[in-house]
Every structure is written in structure tokens, then in C-alpha cells.
């Protein structure tokens, strides 16, 4: 599975658009990119994922560019519950038999 | 529906003892997969067990094994506790391979003294 790099920690200010970066340049085409976030004290929670189009769900948007070298998770209107560290992920379509690696993440702090 | 559920939540034990942790998972998921969670080393895969078969397995030492039930319900077993075995076991369900969501649930947060 292809290795992701994102930004150690992040501030947004509550009701804000909160854009959260992963680069993802060694990714190859039959992997898909998966967010997942934790939030302190609790099991991690998956967010949205996706392939080479950009995904909507109740939760998130996902953004890939167009080299599939990055995206972008957005969170529309950020409340202090999504407060966590954030992780991005890269996964073959195989499914990962050596299960989910999660990297350091970004922890993204909500400010009132 | 039910989430993916743990126990014990929280679990103190001494060295060299043996430690039985507990998962269901969700309704109609039949992949439980096992992690292991610590600040220094993050989160780490134990196994996977799909319709009572350990399908993947992670790099940990022969005292860590787990089995899963008809029911899909999961156990894992760790014995002769070490210090370093003090972490959180978080345990994970899916319909499917790592490919579907994985749905997580509390831990159990286990203490070795």
C-alpha cells in the first residue's frame, strides 16, 4: 500500500470549512484512498473513500486531483465534535491483508 | 443497528497472567479484525478472522491468538503478559475484506502491571 504524508496538526475555526491535505505520489492505480478519524478515547470511525472521483457523503467530501498524487478531505462546516486526529490511507483493491496502517494522522483542532 | 461491541472496557492485570478480550460485531459483518493501539508505536493489525478462520495475521509473538465463533463473535487471547502489552485492543468489523468499511469499537483498555 502506497505511503500517505499529512500535515501533523491543523486549527479551523468552528462552522468553517475545515480542508484537510494528504499526498499520496507513489499510489498506483488499483488503490483507493480511505479517511478515517479518532477521536480521543474512542475506536476509529471510518469517514469516506474513494478512487479517482470525487466522493459526497453525510459526513465528508473527497477531493483527488486529477493525478491521483493528493487529496483533500473536507469537513463543510466543522463543530467541535470533529475534533480528532485524522488519518488517510491508501488500500488495494486486494484489501490489505496486512491490515489498516494508520500513519501519525493529523490532529485537526475545531477553536470556538 | 448495533455497533461493534467490547468488553471488559477497561481490564488491570499483573505480569504473567493470561487475558481474554471479547468482540461482537455488527449484525451481518462476518470479518473481525483484531488491532493493537499504543502512543508510541500507533495502531497495529493483530489478525483478521473471516467465518471462523484467521484469514491475515500481523507480526506479533505466538502469545497473541484469537478465534472466532459461528455466530462471528471474536476472541482474543493474550498470555504471559509482558509490561508492554499495557495498550488499547480495539476490534474491528466489516462485511468483507479491509476494502469495506471498517467499523470500529471502543476497546478495551488493558493495564499490565
Known amino acids: 500500500d502506497a505511503k500517505t504524508t499529512q500535515p501533523p496538526s491543523m486549527d479551523c475555526a468552528e462552522g468553517r470549512a475545515a480542508n484537510l491535505p494528504c499526498n499520496h505520489s507513489t499510489i498506483s492505480g488499483n488503490e483507493y484512498v480511505y479517511w478515517y478519524r479518532q477521536i480521543h478515547s474512542q475506536g476509529p470511525q471510518y469517514i469516506i473513500h474513494g478512487l479517482k472521483n470525487n466522493e459526497t457523503n453525510e459526513m465528508a467530501s473527497l477531493i483527488i486531483t486529477e493525478d491521483r498524487k493528493s487529496s483533500t478531505l473536507i469537513l463543510p462546516h466543522a463543530t467541535l465534535r470533529d475534533t480528532a486526529v485524522y488519518y488517510c490511507i491508501a488500500l488495494s483493491s486486494g484489501g490489505g491483508a496486512d491490515g489498516l496502517t494508520f500513519g501519525k494522522g493529523t490532529h485537526l483542532i475545531i477553536q470556538p | 443497528k448495533a455497533g461493534v461491541t467490547q468488553t471488559p472496557r477497561y481490564l488491570i492485570k499483573t505480569r504473567g497472567q493470561q487475558v481474554t478480550l471479547s468482540c461482537s460485531p455488527i449484525?451481518?459483518?462476518?470479518?473481525v479484525s483484531w488491532y493493537q493501539q499504543t502512543p508510541g508505536q500507533g495502531l497495529q493489525f493483530l489478525f483478521e478472522y473471516f467465518s471462523e478462520t484467521q484469514r491475515n495475521k500481523g507480526n506479533f509473538p505466538g502469545r497473541f491468538s484469537g478465534r472466532q465463533f459461528s455466530n462471528s463473535r471474536s476472541e482474543m487471547n493474550v498470555s504471559t503478559l509482558e509490561l508492554g502489552d499495557s495498550a488499547l485492543y480495539l476490534c474491528?468489523?466489516?462485511?468483507?475484506?479491509?476494502?469495506?468499511?471498517?467499523?470500529f469499537g471502543p476497546g478495551t483498555r488493558l493495564t499490565v502491571t
Open positions: 474491528a468489523s466489516s462485511m468483507g475484506n479491509l476494502r469495506y468499511e471498517q467499523y
Open positions: 449484525s451481518g459483518h462476518r470479518s
